[in-house]
């Protein structure tokens, strides 16, 4: 006996799915976003705050080329203000 697939307006949902593939529906769109983020071209600084291999807290601070590690949130935060300062003038 053949199937035949027929179309259908109606969209599938999360729900329609098994637990275990909406898991890796939820990975897939998960990784997909990274990729995106990560490849793709934007103005504006990227932030985040890591562990260094000494165990201490440190930001790191991407833009464009330009990498820039930090200990502390107030150099963060001096940072990004003369980085929009020189943008606005």
Same mark, same amino acid.
């Given at each position: 006996?053949?199937?035949?697939?027929?179309?259908?307006?109606?969209?599938?949902?999360?729900?329609?799915?098994?637990? $275990? @593939?909406?898991?890796?529906?939820?990975?897939?769109?998960?990784?997909?976003?990274?990729?995106?983020? /990560?490849?793709?071209? =934007? &103005?504006?600084?990227?932030?985040? $705050? @890591?562990?260094?291999?000494?165990?201490?807290?440190?930001?790191?601070?991407?833009?464009?080329?330009? /990498?820039?590690?930090? =200990? &502390?949130?107030?150099?963060?935060?001096?940072?990004?203000?003369?980085?929009?300062?020189?943008?606005?003038?």
């Amino acid at each position: 006996m053949q199937h035949l697939l027929i179309p259908s307006s109606r969209q599938i949902t999360a729900a329609d799915l098994s637990p $275990r @593939r909406q898991k890796l529906a939820h990975l897939a769109r998960t990784v997909l976003k990274a990729l995106v983020a /990560q490849f793709a071209p =934007s &103005e504006d600084p990227k932030i985040w $705050r @890591r562990r260094d291999p000494s165990g201490r807290w440190v930001w790191e601070i991407r833009y464009g080329q330009e /990498q820039i590690t930090l =200990s &502390e949130e107030d150099q963060v935060r001096q940072w990004v203000e003369r980085h929009y300062y020189h943008l606005r003038r």
